[in-house]
């Protein structure tokens, strides 16, 4: 009866809110030269093959000094570490799938939270044992550890540890189990079981069984281990919901619905006085987020008063407790984890419309970040590329830049996962999916991908390790005799969800995008002849796409015969393969044609920004974003333009491909954007349309950019410049004197604008 319930309120919830197999690369891109010498162990006792917790101890005398002391550690899949019975780690470990594989290993710095004598180290292992779309499995639960105090190793992983089946932890839990998608399982504790203590120095582990060695150093089948690349998880400790829970109360055993701030990532956390084998249920509002079940906890009561926190992250907007009637509810909290970063980015202007749909789509970028980039935080946690693109723009103008990690974790690890044909696929790390979405994949190494990477960062290493393999990619693309590109149809030729898809010309468009992106990096790397070559080649496919589909007044293939691709307009003018002569009949179509998903509607408003049409931009983002921004109640962009049957692709409703406003209105109606990679150069242009007021915060990889615009019988533009850099700030030329602090300006014309250079500082701009 009880999950009849559960189902009854997801119903319920859901009524109400619709008002590979692969190879490894001959040559890996990561590599490190680490010598381990400590084991891999595991405990005597037989493990179930999923979802097993095995709890690990050590104690050992310590002489503190001032000399850095740090642990390396390695696991498949998670691990939570307690140095003396103190959380030093929350959910440590990234899900598996530097390359097929290979394993990550993470460093904690312990000089400060080692005592002087005798130290016990105590470590949660959680072994997912399921293939996912996050994760490539490596088939055994397994920890190695090592600690160094400068050079020296003072402490290994061998059959001095102790290591047990933690007992509390039930490895099958009831049906409905997670979706195929997720790695994770449901997590399901038995308090009555439990070992409450085991983390405490004093705990008595005589009892326990020694670790089990299974072999030394980087070995199968978790083979070379390589540096975690991002930071560990911000903590923002256990909180009180938001709703008002008059403590302590009896329950009536009704569901009781906890209030979060906004969508985000948790783990529930419950104090309760019960008697024993009572099973509580905690899941959010999205347990069914995308139409399928993701993960839920159970937690079975102890006699007594007890606490417990799960630590399994969901996400929501509300949690659920179905507690049993008669049991005491002394609390209930919740934890928020999420990746390491900053909302140092802003946006602000006069129409509230806009500064919501900014805000929304950066609260949907942080939920979708954490081991990598993901599609959804809820149904899969996938790292699809397409998403990765539109996410990775946004993180530039958004977050701070320790954001740009995951970034580039994701770009090594799609080209470390390249296949030997030299196909690539997404979403990786992965054990259960091995498809290639050509558009999605000519997306990520091309102009908006890897090269907006380096023109962001200016990290020219990463575009080194990755050249060649993008190369040897692009190379799986032929031309046909008139010069335009043979489709490759991949593992799913998917292009976009949504009606009216004029899949080849999609292709065509995204190519030359990746060719592009190819030349630069080319150009960037010093690479003369290829970049001549690719500029030769890049030549005369322009010409022949706008013979073969140019049609008087649209794009269009030979055998297509739906309604006019607004998707590929647009794609075509940020390409750079439409010539302005173009744009008035492009503008024509975008003006009543509206086929693409939020996901390549970010294209179509750029191309309406890049041909001048900016008050159409902000009108048609307006209209088409309007549902999902003006929503009351989720604080997240959704997958498609409506919620469940109105939507596609499942229908999940936080999807940051959804955020391409973000980066628009801060890129193109703010006007920021590099110029050479790294922000040594960059412009200011607003392009503001009918908005009369913006204020923008752009935190460069040098510094935060800061424009203020206001126009009401004058222009007045209010700029910062950090140190080091240069901006070519753009006046439109209608305005006829231009008066920087107090002085004059000389400047050129430059089309529509006046243009003039300024360094770093402070200024205020007047045009009349």
Same mark, same amino acid.
């Given at each position: 009866?009880?999950?009849?319930?559960?189902?009854?309120?997801?119903?319920?919830?859901?009524?109400?809110?619709?008002?590979?197999?692969?190879?490894?690369?001959?040559?890996?891109?990561?590599?490190?030269?680490?010598?381990?010498?400590?084991?891999?162990?595991?405990?005597?006792?037989?493990?179930?093959?999923?979802?097993?917790?095995?709890?690990?101890?050590?104690?050992?005398?310590?002489?503190?000094?001032?000399?850095?002391?740090?642990?390396?550690?390695?696991?498949?899949?998670?691990?939570?570490?307690?140095?003396?019975?103190?959380?030093?780690?929350?959910?440590?470990?990234?899900?598996?799938?530097?390359?097929?594989?290979?394993?990550?290993?993470?460093?904690?710095?312990?000089?400060?939270?080692?005592?002087?004598?005798?130290?016990?180290?105590?470590?949660?292992?959680?072994?997912?044992?399921?293939?996912?779309?996050?994760?490539?499995?490596?088939?055994?639960?397994?920890?190695?550890?090592?600690?160094?105090?400068?050079?020296?190793?003072?402490?290994?992983?061998?059959?001095?540890?102790?290591?047990?089946?933690?007992?509390?932890?039930?490895?099958?839990?009831?049906?409905?189990?997670?979706?195929?998608?997720?790695?994770?399982?449901?997590?399901?504790?038995?308090?009555?079981?439990?070992?409450?203590?085991?983390?405490?120095?004093?705990?008595?582990?005589?009892?326990?069984?020694?670790?089990?060695?299974?072999?030394?150093?980087?070995?199968?089948?978790?083979?070379?281990?390589?540096?975690?690349?991002?930071?560990?998880?911000?903590?923002?400790?256990?909180?009180?919901?938001?709703?008002?829970?008059?403590?302590?109360?009896?329950?009536?055993?009704?569901?009781?619905?906890?209030?979060?701030?906004?969508?985000?990532?948790?783990?529930?956390?419950?104090?309760?006085?019960?008697?024993?084998?009572?099973?509580?249920?905690?899941?959010?509002?999205?347990?069914?987020?995308?139409?399928?079940?993701?993960?839920?906890?159970?937690?079975?009561?102890?006699?007594?008063?007890?606490?417990?926190?799960?630590?399994?992250?969901?996400?929501?907007?509300?949690?659920?407790?179905?507690?049993?009637?008669?049991?005491?509810? *002394?609390?209930? #909290?919740? &934890?928020? =984890?999420? !990746?390491? +970063?900053?909302?140092?980015?802003?946006?602000? %202007?006069? /129409?509230?419309?806009?500064?919501? *749909?900014?805000? #929304?789509? &950066?609260? =949907?970028? !942080?939920? +979708?970040?954490?081991?990598?980039?993901?599609? %959804?935080? /809820?149904?899969?946690?996938?790292?699809?590329?397409?998403?990765?693109?539109?996410?990775?723009?946004?993180?530039?103008?958004?977050?701070?830049?320790?954001?740009?990690?995951?970034?580039?974790?994701?770009?090594?690890?799609?080209?470390?996962?390249?296949?030997?044909?030299?196909?690539?696929?997404?979403?990786?790390?992965?054990?259960?999916?091995?498809?290639?979405?050509?558009?999605?994949?000519?997306?990520?190494?091309?102009?908006?991908?890897?090269?907006?990477?380096?023109?962001?960062?200016?990290?020219?290493?990463?575009?080194?390790?990755?050249?060649?393999?993008?190369?040897?990619?692009?190379?799986?693309?032929?031309?046909?005799?008139?010069?335009?590109?043979?489709?490759?149809?991949?593992?799913?030729?998917?292009?976009?969800?949504?009606?009216?898809?004029?899949?080849?010309?999609?292709?065509?468009?995204?190519?030359?995008?990746?060719?592009?992106?190819?030349?630069?990096?080319?150009?960037?790397?010093?690479?003369?002849?290829?970049?001549?070559?690719?500029?030769?080649?890049?030549?005369?496919?322009?010409?022949?796409?706008?013979?073969?589909?140019?049609?008087?007044?649209?794009?269009?293939?030979?055998?297509?015969?739906?309604?006019?691709?607004?998707?590929?307009?647009?794609?075509?003018?940020?390409?750079?393969?439409?010539?302005?002569?173009?744009?008035?009949?492009?503008?024509?179509?975008?003006?009543?044609?509206?086929?693409?998903?939020?996901?390549?509607?970010?294209?179509?408003?750029?191309?309406?920004?890049?041909?001048?049409?900016?008050?159409?931009?902000?009108?048609?983002?307006?209209?088409?974003?309007?549902?999902?921004?003006?929503?009351?109640?989720?604080?997240?962009?959704?997958?498609?333009?409506?919620?469940?049957?109105?939507?596609?692709?499942?229908?999940?409703?936080?999807?940051?491909?959804?955020?391409?406003?973000?980066?628009?209105?801060?890129?193109?109606?703010?006007?920021?954007?590099?110029?050479?990679?790294?922000?040594?150069?960059?412009?200011?242009?607003?392009?503001?349309?009918?908005?009369?007021?913006?204020?923008?915060?752009?935190?460069?990889?040098?510094?935060?950019?800061?424009?203020?615009?206001?126009?009401?019988?004058?222009?007045?533009?209010?700029?910062?410049?950090?140190?080091?850099?240069?901006?070519?700030?753009?006046?439109?030329?209608?305005?006829?004197?231009?008066?920087?602090?107090?002085?004059?300006?000389?400047?050129?014309?430059?089309?529509?604008?006046?243009?003039?250079?300024?360094?770093?500082?402070?200024?205020?701009?007047?045009?009349?």
């Amino acid at each position: 009866m009880k999950w009849f319930s559960i189902l009854i309120l997801f119903f319920v919830f859901s009524c109400k809110e619709r008002e590979a197999t692969s190879l490894a690369m001959s040559q890996k891109i990561i590599s490190n030269n680490n010598s381990w010498k400590a084991n891999w162990i595991t405990t005597k006792s037989a493990l179930p093959g999923k979802n097993a917790w095995l709890a690990f101890r050590k104690s050992f005398q310590h002489k503190k000094d001032t000399i850095s002391t740090t642990l390396r550690l390695a696991v498949d899949s998670k691990y939570w570490l307690w140095i003396n019975g103190e959380l030093v780690i929350f959910e440590g470990g990234l899900k598996r799938g530097p390359t097929p594989n290979d394993t990550y290993y993470d460093e904690v710095e312990l000089t400060n939270i080692l005592q002087n004598g005798e130290n016990t180290i105590a470590i949660l292992v959680w072994y997912f044992g399921k293939e996912g779309m996050t994760h490539k499995s490596s088939g055994k639960a397994g920890l190695i550890a090592e600690m160094y105090q400068g050079d020296n190793l003072i402490l290994q992983t061998n059959d001095s540890w102790k290591a047990v089946i933690h007992p509390a932890y039930i490895s099958e839990s009831e049906n409905p189990q997670p979706n195929w998608r997720l790695p994770e399982s449901n997590i399901v504790f038995d308090a009555q079981k439990d070992v409450s203590d085991w983390i405490q120095p004093d705990f008595d582990d005589s009892k326990w069984l020694s670790a089990d060695i299974i072999c030394q150093g980087e070995c199968p089948p978790w083979n070379q281990l390589m540096k975690r690349p991002i930071p560990f998880w911000k903590d923002f400790g256990l909180k009180s919901y938001e709703n008002t829970i008059n403590f302590p109360f009896i329950s009536k055993g009704d569901t009781i619905k906890c209030k979060l701030p906004y969508n985000t990532q948790v783990t529930p956390y419950l104090k309760v006085k019960a008697k024993a084998g009572e099973e509580i249920t905690m899941l959010t509002d999205h347990y069914k987020g995308g139409g399928t079940y993701n993960m839920r906890a159970e937690y079975i009561t102890k006699k007594s008063e007890q606490a417990y926190e799960s630590f399994g992250w969901v996400n929501g907007h509300n949690m659920y407790y179905i507690i049993p009637e008669g049991i005491e509810v *002394l609390d209930l #909290k919740y &934890r928020e =984890t999420g !990746y390491d +970063t900053e909302f140092t980015g802003g946006f602000s %202007c006069d /129409d509230p419309f806009y500064n919501s *749909l900014w805000e #929304k789509a &950066r609260r =949907t970028l !942080y939920v +979708t970040m954490r081991d990598n980039y993901m599609d %959804c935080p /809820d149904r899969e946690r996938a790292q699809w590329w397409g998403d990765v693109v539109l996410e990775s723009g946004e993180a530039f103008y958004a977050l701070d830049r320790k954001a740009d990690a995951l970034t580039k974790k994701g770009i090594l690890e799609l080209m470390n996962w390249q296949r030997t044909d030299s196909t690539i696929f997404s979403p990786i790390p992965t054990g259960n999916w091995n498809k290639e979405l050509p558009g999605q994949m000519l997306a990520s190494v091309g102009y908006y991908g890897f090269w907006n990477y380096y023109l962001q960062t200016g990290d020219l290493e990463t575009i080194k390790q990755v050249y060649e393999p993008v190369k040897r990619y692009l190379s799986l693309w032929k031309l046909k005799k008139n010069n335009t590109v043979e489709i490759r149809k991949g593992g799913w030729t998917w292009g976009d969800w949504g009606q009216n898809k004029d899949v080849p010309l999609l292709m065509n468009t995204q190519y030359y995008l990746a060719l592009k992106g190819y030349k630069n990096m080319s150009e960037a790397l010093g690479n003369q002849k290829e970049t001549d070559s690719i500029k030769n080649i890049m030549v005369s496919f322009k010409d022949a796409f706008n013979e073969v589909f140019w049609k008087g007044n649209h794009y269009r293939s030979g055998d297509y015969k739906g309604g006019i691709d607004d998707r590929s307009q647009g794609l075509a003018v940020v390409a750079g393969l439409a010539e302005t002569a173009k744009y008035e009949a492009i503008y024509k179509v975008l003006q009543s044609e509206k086929h693409a998903s939020p996901y390549m509607e970010k294209y179509v408003l750029e191309a309406l920004y890049m041909m001048g049409y900016e008050d159409f931009a902000l009108q048609r983002m307006k209209e088409r974003f309007g549902k999902m921004v003006n929503h009351p109640r989720i604080t997240t962009l959704w997958e498609g333009w409506g919620i469940g049957a109105e939507g596609f692709g499942g229908g999940t409703t936080n999807h940051a491909w959804s955020g391409g406003g973000l980066t628009l209105l801060s890129q193109y109606a703010a006007g920021v954007a590099p110029m050479s990679p790294g922000y040594e150069t960059f412009q200011i242009k607003p392009q503001p349309g009918f908005l009369k007021h913006i204020k923008a915060t752009v935190p460069s990889i040098k510094g935060d950019i800061k424009v203020e615009l206001e126009i009401k019988e004058r222009y007045l533009l209010n700029i910062e410049i950090p140190e080091g850099t240069k901006a070519s700030v753009y006046i439109p030329s209608r305005y006829q004197e231009i008066i920087v602090n107090g002085e004059k300006v000389i400047h050129t014309k430059d089309q529509d604008y006046k243009v003039f250079e300024v360094s770093s500082g402070i200024y205020e701009i007047n045009a009349n």
